[in-house]
């Protein structure tokens, strides 16, 4: 196994003597494995609860809440990738890399992009996905995009495909991925970009007289606001601030940006009902430019980076990063 995990709280070593309980060496913080599955999340109570859990409990399965990813509805209407082409993508990506080296996928989920590359580690904040869905003959580990549990720069490819805009503090994620990925790395980024809080309102099924004023007129400007042009519209100046703001402070290495989301955990309204952040897919490719990073996808100039809406984001990192 070529992929050394470490503790995500103070990313130090693990001792692995007993299999059913790693520990940190230095502050002794302990992570339970359940099922060959290392716990590695930074909550305690979390992967307490996960340890105590009868997962063959068919019962509890479907009252624990990180599952409710894992339920038939949402797995037939809301799986967007189109698995056969994404795994052709990111084979082609593959090539790219100045040598072979461990794959991390950030978001496995239900796994059918899983088993990229010839070492291949799948994350996931739920257990249950990764218990009923990854095969276990690749690296699976319980563990949350903010603090990943691996040392800086372990990963020659990166990708993540509908699961960053689930992250609550989106830019600790972005910080994990450059921070893990090798030099001459490449990472593959495609969450549902621009998520807006009108659909995990559930604004367009939702009939007038359950909504406050304010949603009202919000649904009543639906069809304008759903338009691509009055999208792009209302993006660009933001974009365009963003971009003169960074240049004006010397275009050093910039924090992601984003805004939080209140997710819809209980109806099925529409894809990326439950999204949490909001993420902007230029503040993506501004957070890897201002370190140094080769843009891959959007291909172009300013002009098309700051026109970029729902394609992947693409990048290799530089044999030296800034930031």
């Keep these: 196994m070529s992929v050394e995990f470490c503790c995500p709280i103070h990313r130090e070593p693990l001792d692995r003597s007993d299999p059913t309980r790693w520990v940190g060496v230095g502050h002794g913080e302990a992570y339970p494995v359940v099922e060959g599955i290392p716990i590695l999340l930074p909550d305690r109570a979390e992967r307490d609860r996960i340890a105590k859990t009868d997962w063959d409990n068919v019962e509890l399965q479907k009252r624990d809440a990180v599952d409710f990813y894992n339920e038939a509805k949402y797995e037939e209407r809301y799986s967007r990738a189109t698995h056969d082409d994404g795994r052709a993508i990111l084979n082609g990506l593959l090539d790219k890399l100045p040598s072979p080296g461990p794959v991390l996928e950030v978001g496995s989920g239900r796994g059918p992009l899983q088993g990229i590359g010839q070492d291949y580690t799948a994350l996931d904040y739920a257990f249950t996905l990764l218990r009923r ?10 563990g949350t995009a903010e603090r990943l549990p691996f040392f800086d720069e372990t990963f020659a490819f990166i990708y993540s495909v509908d699961t960053l805009e689930h992250v609550p503090k989106a830019n600790l994620a972005f910080e994990e991925i450059h921070r893990v990925l090798k030099p001459g790395g490449v990472a593959f980024l495609l969450p549902a970009w621009h998520c807006v809080q009108y659909v995990c309102d559930g604004l367009a099924h939702r009939p007038y007289s359950d909504l406050t004023f304010r949603q009202r007129l919000v649904k009543f ?13 209302a993006a660009m100046p933001a974009r365009v601030a963003r971009r003169i703001g960074w240049w004006l402070s010397g275009a050093k290495p910039t924090a992601f940006r984003f805004s939080s989301l209140k997710p819809d955990y209980e109806h099925f309204w529409e894809s990326d009902f439950d999204a949490c952040s909001r993420l902007d897919s230029h503040e993506g490719v501004l957070f890897f430019k201002s370190r140094g990073y080769e843009l891959l996808s959007p291909n172009g100039g300013t002009i098309r980076q700051l026109l970029t809406r729902h394609e992947p984001v693409t990048v290799r990192k530089p044999i030296t990063a800034a930031g």
């Design 221 to 233: 400007s639906l069809p304008m606001r759903k338009l691509p042009a009055a999208k792009a519209i």
């Design 133 to 142: 869905n990854v095969d276990p003959k690749h690296h699976r580990v319980c």
